[in-house]
């Protein structure tokens, strides 16, 4: 199994989670730009630490030994730890969204951006591009007993999670796509658990097969909601296994 320090240590492979940062808008003040990417990239390889160890295992000495920063140089770019980790999860929110919630919304309307949102997240998932898998799952575990600004974030943005499938659920069904009266809430809860457990598997086992199981799971969930035969997939294989 991969860990975060076995992963920072390959220096040969391209940092998938740097694009994950905007770049600093252009400037001529060249210190400015400097301080603009030394923060992109200590936010890049916090959100991977995190996704493994979790938010609380985040450091300034940690991220600024691993970067080669110096402890001050991490320091001036966040006011507080809370102010660390609060960035942290904005930019493994933009993380989620570029690999999951734009795909499914650059999809025609209705059936084929909800079946997008759950097969990009599965395929996020499956693809290990964390360290930890996911990064809300374990960000959640560890704060959701834990009331503040951390987890009031967290729940927020859970929610906009949901409201997403749930657009997307209603919309197929006012198109016709699905039958009507489906408990978007329910669904949801279905969908997640299946992704949750199979994402708990796959990193405990190193084995990320478990995948294939979850998404036949989630299509058997969606077929017999669905109008018109043939408008979802069939069988367990995945398109990146195709």
């Keep these: 199994m991969r860990t975060p320090t076995q992963h920072a240590g390959n220096h040969s ?59 001050s140089g991490v320091s001036g770019h966040f ?79 859970r929610v906009r999670w949901e409201d997403l499938f749930a657009g997307f659920l209603r919309d197929a069904e006012r198109l016709g796509q699905l039958r009507p009266g489906a408990d978007a809430g329910q669904l949801f809860f279905e969908i997640a658990a299946v992704i949750t457990g199979a994402t708990l598997d796959a990193q405990l086992r190193d084995d990320p097969k478990v995948f294939d199981r979850a998404r036949a799971a989630v299509l058997e969930r969606l077929r017999p909601l669905v109008m018109h035969p043939g408008a979802l997939p069939s069988g367990f294989q995945s398109p990146s296994a195709q």
């Excluded at 940092?15 to 210190?31: I, N």
């Excluded at 400015?32 to 923060?39: E, F, I």
């Excluded at 809370?82 to 993380?95: C, F, H, K, N, T």
């Excluded at 591009?129 to 729940?155: I, K, N, Q």
Aim: aromatic residues 6%.
């Design 13 to 71: 492979r391209k940092d998938p989670y740097r694009d994950q940062v905007p770049e600093p808008p252009q400037t001529s003040d060249g210190r400015r730009l400097r301080g603009q990417r030394t923060r992109a990239l200590i936010l890049a390889r916090a959100v991977d630490l995190a996704s493994a160890e979790g938010l609380g295992s985040l450091s300034l000495a940690r991220l600024g030994a691993e970067l080669q920063i110096s402890k």
């Design 79 to 157: 006011a507080s730890h809370e102010d660390l980790q609060l960035a942290v999860i904005g930019v493994a929110a933009r993380l989620y969204t570029k690999r999951v919630a734009a795909p499914a919304l650059a999809e025609p309307e209705g059936l084929p951006q909800l079946w997008t949102l759950c097969e990009r997240w599965i395929e996020f998932m499956r693809s290990g591009e964390l360290s930890g898998r996911s990064f809300f799952l374990t960000a959640l575990v560890e704060y959701d007993a834990r009331p503040g600004a951390v987890r009031d974030e967290l729940v927020r943005l």
